[in-house]
Nanobody
Framework: QVKLVESGGGLVQAGGSLRLSCKAS????????TGWFRQAPGKEREAIAC????????YYGDSVKGRFTISRDNAKNTVYLQMNSLKPEDTAVYYC?????????WGRGTQVTVSS
């Protein structure tokens, strides 16, 4: 059974940093593309980062490029999102995502709030 559990969210001041974790089970993170999305109140869910299963190549949305870094630890079967230079507009619920056997799986999300 595929399961994704996010953690690491919280309240941080603008300019600060947070690291989100996504613990996966039911598949190995180095065998499937995984990514992070976020959704702010009243806005659509936005794709912000993903990591390829084939070569580990990473991709970022324009809004986070240069500030966020996605990575994975195969031994812990966990995907991370390091977020630096946070801005109030980064405030959102952050979701982990994986495409496994043709189906999209989501975690329950973790709240990130950036105060000005």
């Amino acid at each position: 059974q595929v399961k994704l559990v996010e953690s690491g969210g919280g309240l941080v001041q603008a300019g600060g940093s947070l690291r989100l974790s996504c613990k996966a089970s039911g598949f190995t993170v180095n065998s499937k593309a995984t990514g992070w999305f976020r959704q702010a109140p009243g806005k659509e869910r936005e794709a912000i980062a993903c990591i390829s299963s084939i070569d580990g190549r990473t991709y970022y949305g324009d809004s986070v490029k240069g500030r966020f870094t996605i990575s994975r630890d195969n031994a812990k079967n966990t995907v991370y999102l390091q977020m630096n230079s946070l801005k109030p507009e980064d405030t959102a619920v952050y979701y982990c995502n994986a495409l496994v056997r043709g189906r999209n799986y989501w975690g329950r999300g973790t709240q990130v709030t950036v105060s000005s």
